[in-house]
């Protein structure tokens, strides 16, 4: 069985729609920890020895956040420069996160239309969340595509977003008791699509 450390990112948790929906879907299953960054650290002065052990402690680490400025709240930037330390995360001696999975889930105002060379947003979700994938490849984690809720901007239908939530929690029990194919997800845009290939019957 795997362990699960959801980072979870919202700057006004308590406005949420969809994030909160996601993140209630999933915060009682055994083997998940949520570790709310934004109510843990209001002043942005993160524990690094913290987080490190969190990061140590289990076998995935996903960042769920709403899409800002086609990149994450300010708060995992800050995470991503103070806690994956050279020496722990990446260099040569840097093998704490080796072999750990990463992956983003992301809601996003705009849909999936907008999100092409031709579209209002000009890029891929995949483009614009490369330097998240690039930083999980240079700290030798399994990079696995961004579990994408998008298009809420025109306020998703409440079936959708329970439909969407019950995924998410698919999806992380899937992973977390070993019932994922990562090899075949690996090679979708988003993570939550294909879920009848990518979830294994026990
Ligand atoms: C500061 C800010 C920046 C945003 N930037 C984007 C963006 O770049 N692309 C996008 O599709 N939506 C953007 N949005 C819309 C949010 O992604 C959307 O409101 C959020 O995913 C809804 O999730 P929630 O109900 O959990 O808050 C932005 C919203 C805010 C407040």
Redesign the pocket.
């Known amino acids: 069985m795997k362990k699960i450390l959801i980072n979870f990112a919202?700057p006004?948790k308590g406005?949420?729609?969809?994030?909160?929906q996601?993140r209630a879907a999933v915060e009682n299953l055994d083997g998940v920890t949520i570790n709310d960054l934004y109510a843990n650290y209001p002043d942005f002065l993160i524990d690094v020895a913290r987080e490190q052990t969190l990061c140590e402690s289990h076998d995935v680490i996903i960042f769920q956040h709403?899409?800002?400025?086609?990149?994450t709240?300010a708060i995992v930037k800050e995470w991503l420069d103070l806690v994956l330390e050279h020496g722990w995360a990446y260099g040569k001696t840097g093998t704490a996160l080796k072999g750990k999975w990463f992956f983003q889930a992301?809601?996003?105002?705009?849909d999936a239309t907008?999100?092409h060379a031709q579209g209002a947003?000009q890029f891929t979700l995949g483009e614009l969340t490369s330097p998240m994938r690039a930083t999980a490849h240079l700290c030798l984690m399994d990079w696995l595509p961004p579990f994408a809720?998008?298009g809420?901007?025109r306020g998703l239908p409440l079936a959708q977003v329970t439909n969407h939530a019950e995924d998410y929690r698919r999806v992380v029990m899937a992973i977390r008791d070993d019932l994922f194919n990562k090899d075949k997800a690996q090679q979708n845009e988003f993570l939550n699509s294909h879920l009848d290939e990518t979830i294994l019957r026990p």
């Open positions: 919202h006004a406005r949420s729609n969809i994030n909160s996601l709403p899409f800002y400025w086609y990149s709240p992301i809601t996003a105002g705009g907008t999100y947003n809720v998008m809420v901007h």
